[in-house]
């Protein structure tokens, strides 16, 4: 268990839907990444968060946002959702923004597929 | 940025030394790492390397680095049918913004 925890699970919409995924870091890490993984592009960075403030921006779409909250929980927004948007979200916490070993620790991530 | 680039399957059977190889193309990485990620769950990191370093061995595993190809790779010994999983490389600056950037991950076959 890596301490992060990812909700829901798993998600089943409609193409034109928006959708809320939800991430809770490790107690403590004020950094939150989150990730795309799909067949075709591999694990992409969307986005970090650094104690409730964008600090970098990946591939991420328009279409998608995201946002940090005071006591660090993060949220991915997915709107106007195609079916190109199927894939597993992964959220990512580490304790700072840089400065040690780095190491990522996962969620089980957010599994979205779009009929 | 950074591009890690992989082969996406290994196959090899139950007992074998098992080969993943990497190559990045920032030589700005102060560290690189191996994460695994087994069916159903997320990637959780296995070593990592300091860039300074050539090799590291921790138990079955052994990471080389060469700098100069800007090459990585990890062996796993005596591999075993839990270890079939989806090995990722990935390498990043430490300090300032810290943005890991994976490969796209060898999916590792152990058959008896």
């Known amino acids: 268990d890596s301490g992060v925890t990812q909700t829901p699970k798993h998600l089943i919409t409609a193409t034109g839907q928006r959708v809320t995924l939800r991430c809770s870091p490790r107690s403590g890490d004020l950094s939150v990444y989150w990730y795309q993984q799909s067949l075709d592009q591999g694990l992409q960075f969307l986005i970090q968060y650094y104690n409730g403030e964008e600090r970098a921006k990946g591939n991420i779409l328009e279409r998608f946002s995201a946002q940090q909250f005071p006591d660090l929980h993060s949220e991915l927004n997915l709107s106007s959702l195609e079916l190109g948007d199927s894939a597993l979200y992964f959220c990512a916490s580490n304790p700072l923004a840089g400065g040690n070993t780095g190491e990522l620790f996962f969620g089980e991530g957010s599994r979205l597929t779009v009929l | 940025g950074e591009d890690v680039e992989q082969s996406l399957f290994l196959s090899v059977r139950e007992g074998d030394s098992s080969v993943i190889n990497c190559t990045y193309t920032?030589?700005?990485?102060?560290?690189l790492y191996w994460y695994k990620q087994e069916p159903g769950a997320g990637l959780q990191l296995l070593t990592y390397?300091?860039?300074?370093?050539d090799m590291k061995q921790d138990q079955r595993l052994t990471v080389l680095l060469n700098k100069k190809d800007k090459h990585l790779s990890l062996r796993i010994a005596d591999t075993q049918t839990g270890d079939s999983a989806i090995y990722f490389c990935a390498g990043g600056a430490s300090g300032g913004s810290y943005i890991p950037t994976f490969g796209r991950g060898t999916s590792l076959i152990v058959h008896p």
């Open positions: 390397i300091f860039s300074n370093m």
């Open positions: 920032d030589s700005s990485s102060t560290y």
